[in-house]
């Protein structure tokens, strides 16, 4: 139903159409094959998109901080940055910012603890510097 002949192929598709529909007694019947037709065409024909996960808001997972802290802490200074006509709203905004800054530092400071900690926990037992050793060096392991 492509090329010159696109104007054609739409007037028998829409006599068609009229014909089924003047012809049918099961209306219902009709509308949902026509709804699941117009799905799968826009099933095959437009991307999906992927599933977001959500995670807490604010939170550490698996020892990275994710997106929305940092985003959080943005939105803060975005919102002190904006007043400029109220002093006394401008310093509670500020005193708001950086204390959620502080929390989000903290977070991230705790994470980089944690995650060191994690891997110095994965070394050998009898020479716990060994792997610390290597990597310190630059040298792999084979």
């Not at 090329?3 to 028998?12: K, P, S």
Request: hydrophobic share 30%.
């Amino acid at each position: 139903m492509c090329g010159l002949r696109w104007g054609e192929d739409n007037r028998a598709l829409d006599d068609y159409i009229s014909l089924r529909i003047t012809t049918t007694e099961d209306m219902e019947d009709i509308v949902s094959k026509f709804s699941e037709a117009l799905q799968v065409a826009c099933d095959k024909s437009f991307k999906k998109a992927r599933p977001q996960t959500k995670t807490q808001n604010g939170a550490l997972a698996d020892g990275k901080l994710n997106n929305s802290a940092r985003k959080r802490v943005n939105a803060f200074r975005m919102k002190y940055q904006r007043t400029k006509n109220n002093n006394n709203t401008r310093e509670q905004r500020k005193m708001e910012y950086q204390a959620e800054k502080f929390q989000y530092r903290a977070r991230i400071k705790n994470a980089k603890i944690q995650s060191w900690k994690q891997y110095c926990s994965k070394t050998l037992t009898t020479n716990p510097w060994n792997t610390v050793h290597k990597s310190a060096a630059g040298i792999s392991k084979q």
